[in-house]
């Protein structure tokens, strides 16, 4: 590991958070776009705190303290018991693996204020602040550190091999861990928050609420390719052992399956509705990112545009039949976007991943165990979790506010004074 070269990929990192931010904005009304702005900000900042304090200890690294029970004649490790604030000591370098603590607090510092941003979007124009900051404090200090040591810190997936004799569940870039957590998070969200007022008729038919700023959106692309190359490539090397030599390989395919990811989107809409749809182009874009995420440079070139090319096909038709089908409102498509094109970058490491040793039915399965993880446990896990917290600190802001929108009733002024905003005609008042 060149130690110079992950500090520079992580220091990438928050111009992915920049670009998820404007993606969210963009994406909802411009009453609530301010808050939008804010939102990320809080939930960042909140995670961010929350893990240093408390995640970072339960999140671990290989070799520290545990919490593991025994089961079935095997002993499962489940949850780092390190004492608080303990994953400090050493960074002054009083300890040998000092340099390696302190990268990788620095990486999941953001990639936990990253999975905390996904929700957002599914809970556009209606999630009140206080319960942003308080499900990104969940999130950044429980669901997040709990899947993260299962996977980066020596947890039982990351040990399948050596205890089923399968092999290892591989997410060398984080779309299990950062993305398909943090999308579970946003389907829990838009199941307690409901959907926005106007978006679905009593027949149940669905009405189309557009983004207010597209080129926001589509400049918030941009910069999340610089910020992805950043997390996968510093991951790669803190986790996996990636070399300098393989860094390009984690950018070029990055930028495939990113590519493959939008003009499929393009493709798809342009045939289905005559004109390419520019949100769920972004969409694309974003989700071939999530989907290379699992992989980086363990697969080809060829196979990183295959990825990208499911992707953006993957989640034009997910985001319909989420809209139309189940009647969930996720303004962003953060559902089908992370988690859904996560999970499916997690089976493509089993499929087409290039490995030393074992053979392609046992990769598949221990790709196959980590995404029966994420739905079985994590899912309920947290829905319970912000269930419960709904009870203390409600989600959904006051009819009032929905029609006021979120900037005038949590903010006190909106987001372009000197312009007028005309309130959404199909929203009925």
Not at 413 to 425: N, R, S
Request: charged share 10%.
């Amino acid at each position: 590991m060149s130690p110079v070269l992950c500090l520079l990929s992580i220091m990438l990192m928050p111009l992915a958070a920049a670009g998820l931010s404007l993606i969210h904005q963009g994406l909802g009304r411009s009453r609530s776009a301010a808050h939008a702005m804010l939102a990320s900000l809080c939930a960042l900042a909140v995670s961010a705190i929350v893990f240093v304090m408390v995640g970072s200890s339960w999140a671990g690294l290989p070799g520290d303290p545990i919490h593991s029970f025994l089961a079935g004649g095997v002993r499962w490790d489940w949850l780092g018991a390190a004492p608080f604030f303990a994953h400090t000591a050493g960074l002054d370098g009083a300890r040998a693996d000092g340099l390696t603590r302190a990268l990788t607090l620095c990486l999941q510092l953001f990639a936990a204020g990253m999975a905390a941003m996904v929700p957002l979007s599914a809970g556009t124009d209606r999630w009140r602040l206080a319960s942003i900051c308080s499900a990104s404090a969940l999130l950044g200090g429980v669901f997040y550190p709990l899947f993260a040591h299962w996977v980066w810190g020596g947890g039982w997936l990351a040990q399948l091999g050596a205890t089923f004799g399968i092999s290892q569940f591989v997410d060398l870039g984080g779309a299990g861990v950062v993305q398909s957590v943090g999308g579970l998070m946003a389907l829990s969200v838009a199941w307690i928050a409901g959907p926005r007022r106007g978006k679905f008729s009593d027949d149940g038919m669905a009405t189309a609420i557009p983004g207010h700023n597209i080129v926001l959106v589509l400049f918030g692309c941009l910069l999340a390719l610089v910020g992805w190359i950043g997390l996968d490539s510093a991951a790669s090397m803190l986790f996996y052992g990636a070399t300098l030599e393989q860094v390009p390989g984690v950018i070029v395919n990055a930028m495939l399956s990113a590519s493959a990811g939008c003009l499929a989107a393009v493709v798809v809409t342009r045939a289905r509705y005559r004109k390419p749809d520019a949100s769920l182009a972004a969409n694309g874009w974003i989700a071939g990112l999530v989907a290379g995420s699992a992989s980086c440079a363990l697969i080809s070139p060829v196979a990183a545009l295959d990825t990208g090319l499911v992707s953006g096909v993957l989640v034009t038709c997910v985001i319909e039949i989420f809209e139309l089908r189940l009647l969930v409102d996720d303004p962003g498509g953060a559902v089908s976007v992370h988690a859904v094109a996560g999970m499916w970058g997690l089976l493509v490491v089993g499929l087409f991943g290039q490995f030393s040793s074992g053979t392609r039915k046992e990769h598949i399965l221990a790709q196959l165990v980590g995404i029966a993880a994420l739905l079985g446990f994590m899912l309920p896990l947290i829905h319970a979790g912000n269930l419960l917290l709904n009870r203390f600190v409600p989600y959904r802001v006051d009819p009032d506010g929905d029609w006021q929108g979120m900037d005038i009733r949590e903010l006190g002024a909106g987001a372009y004074p000197e312009f007028v905003v005309h309130a959404d005609e199909f929203v009925p008042r």
